[in-house]
């Protein structure tokens, strides 16, 4: 039973901070060292002295660093750049964002729910994590017995029995607006409706939730739970809530940019490929690659069905494209026995356990065959016309998972390929935070 609840949050106090705009920050996992040091520079209370404080010199440890984010986050509290809420609220979050020259606006709402490990319950992840990741994220948490930023979550639920109650209660308040670096906007209400709160929740209560982005801080929050198991604000996190019916719901493609297969050219591409694949070339350079991207995307855009079965691909060599289709589905079964039909289906399983694990590394023994990942076509012209560092050997365009892929995988305890899903846009940090301590 997923167990929602409204919490007293920690939102920084307008009146010290000035601008919202100079104090958020994207997600730490999506941040580079020349944004990390702009976002330093932007504001002496920015967000990112939390979430990724940087090394500085004179550090004894790697501790260090986690021990000085604490620091300013408790000195903001007492200070006033940080205010607490003065009670339980749910917070809705508008995300207003343009993509492909349509502008939508995906609509939830933050809270704070019970932990359960996965299988146990009705949260669901659908991606692999990294134990890099969470170690660092641990640390933080130890520190700092804060969320700074929540897990992004969906739910197959009607948006109007959920989101509906809490919109209605917020309708004709101010909300807190900020625009991002992508020109995302970003609105935040508090919503301390009892009656709002109450029917929110309690039309999530037998309904499962699907974790789309944020994997490593879930079971994060677990770890830290299974450490602190009498504390009882460490048995929740802070999740961002999703209906799956949302129109502002977009998965965008995450491209792949293969390197170790140095001095491959499209002659023996097509050849390694002709095996598995039905082969058509698609012709030299941007162009090519649009009309290879438009043979497996959705006509009709957002919410629809991509082609699983067709991968396009360049070979930075000679800049030719191939459009790749696969002939028999069923070499999947063979390769990946212990999944599941829709895990066998999805592009991204086909390119990593057929193309990469099975074609392009048995090619390539001398080498470790690695994938970089981009989302936009400007990022892939880029690798193949020589923009990149030069390492990269191969592109390949594959279509995004669907909301379905989601929660039919995820029901069934399985997870895909790392960055199979990409959900724009992110989620901001540093609009509210959620205390880890025993009195929150």
Request: proline share 6%; aromatic share 8%.
């Amino acid at each position: 039973m997923a167990e929602i609840e409204a919490f007293r949050g920690w939102r920084y106090g307008l009146d010290a901070v000035g601008s919202l705009s100079d104090v958020v920050a994207p997600p730490y996992d999506v941040i580079d060292p020349a944004l990390q040091e702009s976002l330093y520079a932007r504001h002496p209370a920015n967000v990112i002295r939390l979430i990724l404080n940087r090394s500085e010199p004179g550090d004894e440890s790697e501790l260090a660093r986690y021990e000085r984010a604490a620091g300013f986050l408790e000195s903001w509290k007492s200070d006033g750049v940080l205010e607490r809420d003065p009670v339980p609220s749910l917070y809705v979050y508008h995300q207003e964002f343009t993509w492909e020259d349509v502008t939508y606006v995906r609509r939830g709402f933050l809270g704070r729910i019970r932990l359960e490990e996965f299988g146990t319950g009705t949260v669901f992840p659908h991606e692999q994590t990294m134990p890099g990741p969470k170690a660092d994220r641990l640390a933080l948490w130890e520190h700092g017995r804060t969320c700074l930023s929540p897990v992004f979550s969906l739910y197959p639920a009607n948006s109007d029995d959920v989101q509906g109650p809490l919109e209605s209660a917020c309708s004709g308040q101010p909300a807190r607006e900020v625009v991002d670096e992508l020109g995302v906007i970003h609105r935040l209400w508090a919503v301390e409706d009892p009656d709002a709160i109450s029917a929110a929740c309690g039309a999530l209560v037998d309904v499962p939730v699907f974790i789309a982005d944020g994997h490593h801080r879930y079971e994060t929050a677990l770890n830290y739970k299974k450490a602190h198991p009498d504390v009882d604000s460490a048995g929740y996190t802070m999740m961002m809530m999703v209906a799956m019916d949302d129109p502002g719901l977009a998965i965008l493609p995450t491209h792949r940019l293969i390197t170790g297969v140095n001095g491959l050219d499209v002659s023996r591409l097509t050849s390694l490929l002709s095996e598995h694949f039905d082969v058509s070339e698609m012709g030299v350079g941007r162009e090519a690659a649009r009309a290879a991207w438009s043979q497996i995307e959705t006509v009709g855009g957002q919410g629809g069905q991509a082609d699983q079965a067709v991968l396009a691909l360049c070979t930075v060599s000679d800049r030719q494209w191939l459009l790749a289709r696969l002939k028999d589905p069923a070499v999947m079964q063979q390769l990946a026995p212990d999944h599941s039909d829709a895990w066998c289906g999805l592009g991204v399983s086909r390119l990593h356990s057929l193309l990469v694990d099975a074609i392009l590394e048995p090619a390539f023994p001398e080498s470790e065959v690695g994938c970089r990942y981009v989302h936009r076509m400007d990022e892939v012209d880029a690798a193949v016309e020589g923009g990149d560092d030069g390492d990269v050997s191969l592109a390949v365009l594959v279509a995004p998972a669907t909301l379905d892929h989601v929660r039919d995988i995820a029901s069934q305890l399985e997870t895909m390929p790392p960055k199979s899903t990409y959900f724009y846009p992110k989620l901001l940090s540093g609009l509210v935070f959620y205390s880890l301590n025993d009195d929150a």
